[in-house]
């Protein structure tokens, strides 16, 4: 059963809408937008009726906050209002409001009105959903394409998609780059970054495969593999659209080589001019590389791992993001072992 909330702090106008919506709707009514963030604490709802003349906090304002809040941003909100005028309509829309209702409200325009939106909500749900089901299919594609060309890294792009979701969410938690990744949509982040190693797909397989030590020449051409990524990003751009997950995938995909000194490649970037993407993806790939068997090594053990990036901590890597991977490390080494 879908759940309502009624924010309004006229009585008659909570015990109405209660009365009408719940024999179809699980129904809370709350007499003030102060107690309706108190609830969403706790409770997430399909769809909220908000009143627009309210004390302590009015409609446009609660509405302006549920809209800066990552977790709220996308509920539906229909306007319960007395004023029916076109300034204050454009107004709601202005803001985000999905529909309006004029009070005193008819029951069965307010049962009808709902029923309506939360059957459109569900189809575009059921549509996005679809569309995400699509994209990330042809996501694992593309990766696994990747991976089995390159038979020296095995599972390298699964083991660095769990450092990436790691590292976020110790970022989130401590606060570190939250005016920036706050905004960010970490399940469209974490799939994009799989496509971080597509330029190898432009690296010819004697090279990318190679038994042994490269030469420095087959190195400068490895290292072509990042600004391919971008190439190849920037194709699908063209053809597809500028897709948030596509611009992730760009700066995962042309950055997470440069180092935080100006010292790395393709561009030689240095400090905060590197995308945020990059400079977390430098940590998730280089602890990966470390701790992996490879033709020219053998493995680092986890400690010696970590005493290599935190040591590179200001030169090769981000300050602030090596600090958060020293808080995290367990977790890193308990990552790496799903092999």
Same mark, same amino acid.
């Given at each position: 059963?879908?759940?309502?909330?009624?924010?309004? *702090?006229?009585?008659?106008?909570?015990?109405? !809408?209660?009365?009408?919506?719940?024999?179809?709707?699980?129904?809370?009514?709350?007499?003030?937008?102060?107690?309706? /963030?108190?609830?969403?604490?706790?409770? #997430?709802?399909?769809?909220?009726?908000?009143?627009?003349?309210?004390?302590?906090?009015?409609? +446009?304002?609660?509405?302006?906050?549920?809209?800066?809040?990552?977790? /709220?941003?996308?509920?539906?909100?229909?306007?319960?209002?007395?004023?029916?005028?076109?300034?204050?309509?454009?107004?709601? +829309?202005?803001?985000? !409001?999905?529909?309006?209702?004029?009070?005193?409200?008819?029951?069965?325009?307010?049962?009808?009105?709902?029923?309506?939106?939360?059957?459109?909500?569900?189809?575009?749900?059921?549509?996005?959903?679809?569309?995400?089901?699509?994209?990330?299919?042809?996501?694992?594609?593309?990766?696994?394409?990747?991976?089995?060309?390159?038979?020296?890294?095995?599972?390298?792009?699964?083991?660095?998609?769990?450092?990436?979701?790691?590292? $976020?969410?110790?970022?989130?938690?401590?606060?570190?780059?939250?005016?920036?990744?706050?905004?960010?949509? +970490?399940?469209?982040?974490?799939?994009?970054?799989?496509?971080?190693?597509?330029?190898?797909?432009?690296?010819? *397989?004697?090279?990318?495969?190679?038994?042994?030590?490269?030469? *420095?020449?087959? +190195?400068?051409?490895?290292?072509?593999?990042?600004?391919?990524?971008?190439?190849?990003? =920037?194709?699908?751009?063209?053809? !597809?659209? =500028?897709?948030?997950?596509?611009?992730?995938?760009? $700066?995962?995909?042309?950055? #997470?080589?440069?180092?935080? *000194?100006?010292?790395?490649?393709?561009?030689?970037?240095?400090?905060?001019?590197?995308?945020?993407?990059?400079?977390?993806?430098?940590?998730?790939?280089?602890?990966?590389?470390?701790?992996? =068997?490879?033709?020219?090594?053998? !493995?680092?053990? #986890?400690?010696?791992?970590?005493?290599?990036?935190?040591?590179?901590?200001?030169?090769?890597?981000?300050?602030?993001?090596?600090?958060?991977?020293?808080?995290?490390?367990?977790?890193?080494?308990?990552?790496?072992?799903?092999?």
């Amino acid at each position: 059963m879908k759940t309502i909330f009624v924010v309004d *702090d006229n009585n008659v106008n909570l015990v109405t !809408a209660d009365e009408v919506l719940s024999p179809h709707y699980r129904v809370f009514p709350l007499p003030s937008a102060v107690q309706m /963030f108190e609830l969403l604490k706790d409770v #997430h709802p399909d769809m909220i009726l908000l009143d627009i003349m309210m004390p302590e906090m009015d409609g +446009f304002e609660a509405l302006r906050l549920l809209k800066s809040i990552p977790a /709220f941003k996308k509920i539906p909100v229909i306007f319960l209002s007395g004023q029916s005028d076109p300034v204050t309509e454009s107004h709601g +829309f202005e803001e985000g !409001a999905l529909d309006f209702i004029s009070k005193p409200f008819s029951s069965s325009v307010l049962l009808n009105r709902i029923k309506t939106h939360l059957g459109i909500e569900d189809l575009i749900r059921k549509r996005t959903d679809n569309l995400i089901q699509l994209k990330n299919s042809i996501v694992n594609v593309l990766s696994n394409m990747v991976e089995n060309r390159d038979q020296t890294t095995g599972k390298h792009i699964e083991r660095t998609t769990r450092y990436i979701r790691i590292l $976020l969410d110790e970022m989130l938690r401590s606060g570190v780059y939250n005016d920036e990744i706050e905004q960010w949509d +970490f399940e469209v982040v974490v799939s994009s970054s799989r496509l971080h190693d597509i330029g190898k797909i432009a690296i010819s *397989d004697l090279i990318l495969n190679k038994p042994g030590k490269l030469t *420095d020449e087959e +190195f400068e051409i490895i290292k072509t593999h990042a600004a391919e990524g971008v190439r190849i990003i =920037d194709s699908i751009i063209d053809e !597809a659209g =500028d897709e948030l997950f596509l611009r992730y995938a760009r $700066l995962f995909a042309g950055y #997470h080589h440069e180092r935080w *000194d100006g010292k790395g490649y393709p561009y030689g970037l240095k400090g905060e001019e590197i995308p945020l993407h990059g400079r977390i993806m430098a940590v998730a790939d280089v602890y990966d590389a470390l701790v992996s =068997d490879r033709p020219y090594k053998r !493995a680092f053990t #986890h400690e010696e791992a970590e005493k290599i990036i935190l040591e590179s901590k200001g030169t090769q890597f981000d300050p602030q993001i090596a600090d958060v991977f020293s808080r995290v490390s367990r977790q890193f080494e308990e990552a790496s072992l799903c092999r």
